[in-house]
Nanobody, 124 residues
């Protein structure tokens, strides 16, 4: 399994940008597709974005399209999420996840390896 550790998040002002990083170890990072999923309290995980192993295929949820960018640096074994114009309702725990294939990326249950997540609180 890939070991994943998220960083960033914390307290973010509404309307501002959210920056998250996900450091991977334990495997060849460039073999894995990556995603970001968020969990609001009491709710099922919501797909946010996914990126293929090569970085050539990128997908974002409709709710964040135009505001979010998922990216990766395979040389540094790190994936990133930038989410602009953050909304109050987007406060959640944001987790990165990895899988050998990006097929079925919208189904959060399909992602094989998960980080612990980073809590994001949105303030006024």
């Amino acid at each position: 399994h890939v070991q994943l550790v998220e960083s960033g998040g914390g307290l973010v002002v509404a309307g501002g940008p959210l920056y998250l990083s996900c450091a991977a170890s334990g495997v060849t990072f460039s073999d894995y597709s990556m995603s970001w999923v968020r969990h609001a309290p009491g709710e099922w995980g919501e797909f946010v974005a996914a990126l293929s192993a090569s970085g050539n295929s990128r997908f974002h949820a409709d709710s964040v399209k135009g505001r979010a960018t998922i990216s990766r640096n395979n040389a540094e074994n790190t994936a990133f999420l930038r989410l602009n114009k953050l909304k109050f309702e987007e406060a959640a725990r944001y987790s990165c996840a990895a899988d050998r294939t990006i097929v079925g990326y919208r189904d959060v249950r399909k992602w094989d390896c998960w980080g612990q997540g980073s809590r994001v609180t949105v303030s006024s």
